[in-house]
């Protein structure tokens, strides 16, 4: 009875502990680190993961930092829930902060970014992280020498500032990726930040109704994100992604994350859903893309609902602010880009129509929270019905996945080459 109610557990998916501490072996020394709090997510501090591995931490600028370690450099902000690196920036699931005199980073960092990037090895169950210079030597001597070596533990140290209550301190200028210019210049590349839907916990959508195999909307959106994303960089533009691991991103820090690397264009991909009230919801099928506006019809509102329920998974949203100024300035922003989102979406809209196998539902508008805190041209694009089974076989179709990716990339480019002509710019 205890063995199939520990099976139970892990088939319903049990909560994730972090760990009080971790093992941190270098090729000098072994270190054990503890794992403190950082606004609710667990987190180390930089001093003290470098300290055992030989690495570096150097300052910018003001909220700005280098983190070097042996085969892995990152550029880390403060306030900012990205990492850059040689290859661009990468999602670090939880925004680094200087607390107390001390950087702070998120334990994701420990845990998937630097085994997937540097050549180093996490074991989650004996919550150890071994150093990529030390990996590879194990490799190829004889087993445990490496590791006995390097067997003197230093102790944590005895004092961690409480991260969840933040020193605020001065920030640094939001900078643009490519060539640190705040502003617009002839030179710059084009940024389009492209936001897979969903993630972690959240599943969206799930279908087919019918079918005999289940698909669940994070995937497929994430399979066409990350494709999104390589068929925009083949055609010169940079791309930031909002996430690229099934991970949770709350929804009002995905536009976030776009204004702060300063993006031209922000486009979330999602999958559709029926309405299962519907006479037969089965046989819905078709691809829509939104802009951010108040919804018209009782159709839009309720994809607005369905793509906004994502809110509940996420333990730290933000109240909305009852300040009027603050809701003016923010309607103001909103409202410039308009019109430009309205025709980005029709762009894409007009694109898609010439391979999707459903017929077209239209450019249309709702109030969609991963839209709201976009300053810039921003849209929605439902791809398809994952509860309609022909569609879902399609959407996940890689090579289907290829073309839906292609179609858009190339609508955001014509969008975009239009916009320069209209305000007589060139990138």
């Not at 010169?236 to 993006?263: E, K």
């Not at 009027?324 to 922003?333: E, G, K, S, V």
Request: net charge positive; proline share 7%.
């Amino acid at each position: 009875m205890i063995l199939l109610c520990a099976l139970a557990a892990l088939v319903q998916g049990a909560p994730f502990e972090p760990p009080v501490s971790i093992r941190v072996v270098g090729a000098a020394r072994t270190a054990m680190v503890a794992v403190v709090r950082l606004e609710g997510q667990p987190a180390v501090r930089a001093d003290e993961l470098l300290a055992p591995l030989g690495g570096r931490l150097s300052r910018i600028d003001e909220g700005r930092w280098t983190l070097a370690l042996p085969g892995l450099t990152l550029d880390i902000r403060d306030g900012l829930p990205f990492a850059g690196t040689v290859n661009g920036a990468v999602p670090l699931g939880a925004a680094p902060r200087w607390v107390a005199g001390v950087l702070v980073l998120p334990l994701s960092l420990v845990t998937e970014l630097m085994p997937r990037l540097g050549g180093f090895r996490y074991d989650a169950a004996r919550a150890e992280l071994v150093g990529a210079g030390v990996v590879a030597r194990a490799a190829s001597e004889p087993s445990g020498t490496v590791f006995a070596r390097a067997s003197r533990v230093a102790p944590a140290a005895a004092t961690v500032p409480t991260a969840e209550a933040p020193t605020p301190g001065p920030r640094a200028t939001p900078r643009r990726p490519t060539g640190g210019k705040a502003a617009r210049s002839p030179g710059d590349r084009r940024i389009v930040v492209v936001d897979a839907g969903h993630g972690g916990p959240d599943r969206g959508m799930h279908g087919p109704i019918g079918g005999r195999s289940t698909i669940y909307e994070k995937d497929i959106t994430l399979a066409v994100a990350t494709r999104l994303a390589d068929a925009l960089r083949d055609r010169g533009v940079d791309v930031i992604m909002t996430r690229t691991t099934d991970t949770l991103i709350a929804l009002s820090d995905r536009g976030r994350i776009a204004n702060r690397m300063r993006g031209d264009l922000f486009l979330s991909v999602h999958v559709n859903a029926a309405n299962p009230h519907w006479r037969d919801p089965g046989t819905a099928r078709g691809f829509e893309t939104y802009f951010l506006a108040e919804a018209k019809t009782e159709d839009d509102r309720r994809v607005e609902r369905m793509e906004n329920e994502a809110v509940r998974f996420e333990t730290s949203a933000d109240a909305p602010k009852n300040d009027p100024l603050a809701f003016i300035i923010n309607d103001m922003a909103q409202n410039e880009h308009l019109r430009e989102s309205s025709d980005l979406a029709a762009t894409i809209q007009r694109s898609l129509g010439t391979v999707h196998p459903g017929p077209s539902r239209g450019v249309k508008q709702a109030g969609f929270r991963v839209l709201v805190t976009a300053y810039m041209p921003a849209v929605l694009i439902e791809i398809g019905f994952g509860t309609n089974p022909a569609e879902a076989a399609w959407m996940s179709d890689e090579a289907k996945q290829q073309l839906i990716a292609a179609r858009i990339a190339g609508a955001a480019v014509e969008y975009l080459a239009r916009y320069e002509r209209r305000v007589g710019t060139t990138p």
